[in-house]
């Protein structure tokens, strides 16, 4: 039987962590609880009420001329496959976006999940590569495993 009890919170503080040792620069991070997380709102053409459809990425990073937005999770979570598809096709919160990334010079955002290192849970997320760019996961070394990466982005070159 599988064990692994890292909550989401302990998934984002790895990847963090992960991300910084591959030279990322982290522009803001959330998870759970913490209140760390910058809120991005839908494009005023979509909006309804000021905060109502607001999303709090769990990472944002920056490297070179590529924005990294990440989901985590502790188990499979559809919903954020979903959210993540619906924010890179409909653009619906690209001027929060814009607005955050304006001090990098940003050619492209590649949108994916981070998930516990965890057969059943990788499994699933493998039925949905479709919705996003990127998929990894975090044991509780630290050690990320890449299933799914459109652009190659976490190749690492010499």
């Known amino acids: 039987m599988?064990?692994?009890v890292m909550r989401e919170e302990q998934i984002t503080k790895n990847i963090l962590d992960w991300l910084e040792e591959n030279d990322w620069f982290i522009i803001c991070y959330d998870f759970p609880q913490s209140?760390?997380?910058?809120?991005?709102?839908?494009?005023?053409?979509h909006r309804v009420?000021?905060?109502?459809?607001?999303?709090?990425?769990?990472?944002?990073?920056?490297?070179?001329?590529?924005?990294?937005?990440?989901?985590?999770?502790?188990?499979?979570y559809q919903?954020?496959?979903?959210?993540?598809?619906e924010i890179k096709t409909q653009q619906n919160y690209s001027e929060s976006l814009a607005s955050l990334l304006r001090n990098y010079n940003i050619d492209i955002i590649y949108?994916?999940?981070?998930?516990?290192?965890?057969a059943k849970e990788i499994d699933k997320a493998?039925?949905?590569?479709?919705?996003?760019?990127?998929?990894?996961?975090i044991?509780?070394?630290?050690?990320v495993k890449i299933y799914h990466d459109i652009a190659n982005i976490f190749?690492?070159?010499d």
Not at 35 to 45: D, R, V
Not at 139 to 143: G, L
């Open 49 to 76: 009420s000021k905060n109502k459809g607001g999303i709090i990425p769990d990472i944002i990073a920056v490297k070179d001329q590529i924005a990294l937005f990440f989901e985590n999770k502790d188990r499979f």
């Open 139 to 143: 044991n509780e070394n630290k050690e």
């Open 126 to 137: 493998l039925n949905h590569l479709e919705k996003v760019d990127f998929l990894l996961s």
């Open 155 to 157: 190749t690492i070159q």
């Open 35 to 45: 209140g760390t997380g910058i809120m991005l709102h839908q494009n005023i053409a």
């Open 2 to 4: 599988e064990r692994c």
């Open 111 to 118: 949108y994916g999940i981070g998930i516990i290192d965890k």
């Open 79 to 85: 919903f954020d496959f979903d959210k993540l598809h």
